[in-house]
């Protein structure tokens, strides 16, 4: 029994070493944006809050895989998929805007590539790909939408190909993702 016991407790360390190691890759891989500053401004829990990590992923993964393969694979490659939503009734939405440009100018310097900007009527859009330096992987997708009814951070961390990206755009017939071409500047 006692050698049962030593088994279990080595696997559960072990578990929860990499659990614990797959956290801190996680922060520290070139797809990772540190929303935190912005959901201070809110000084309120988000109305929408969704953190998914590997292991939660990878569950995913296998459940879908025999009727979703293209999906799968694309699930199989992220990290972390970080979505807050905050109702903007109550935020100043410009004192938003004002720290999202902040951020912005800080994946900027960190080479993240802007794929769109929206600045009117109200609305603050932001979002950005981390590429990797051939362009042939995406590392992490980061958005960030300011407007008079939600404020929304999503930061999804992986290594992502154009490919999965394309893929999946022709399974869920999403044709801006079907002739998805990234190229470095």
Known sequence: ???????MTMLLTASCLSTAFAADNTLNHP?????????????????????LKAPILNMVTNLIRTEEEEAANF???LLQVTVNVFESSGIDVSKFSDSMNEIASQLDEQGWDRVVRVREDGEHVDVYFRLSDDADVIHGIAIMVAESDDTVFVNIVGDI????????GRRFD??????LDVEVN
């Open 1 to 7: 029994m006692n050698v049962l016991k030593k088994m």
């Open 31 to 51: 797809g990772y944006v540190d929303f935190s500053s912005l959901s201070a401004i809110a000084n309120a829990e988000p109305s929408v809050e969704i953190s």
């Open 75 to 77: 699930i199989s490659k």
């Open 161 to 168: 190909s154009t490919d999965d990206l394309s893929a999946l």
């Open 174 to 179: 999403i044709d801006e993702l079907v002739d």
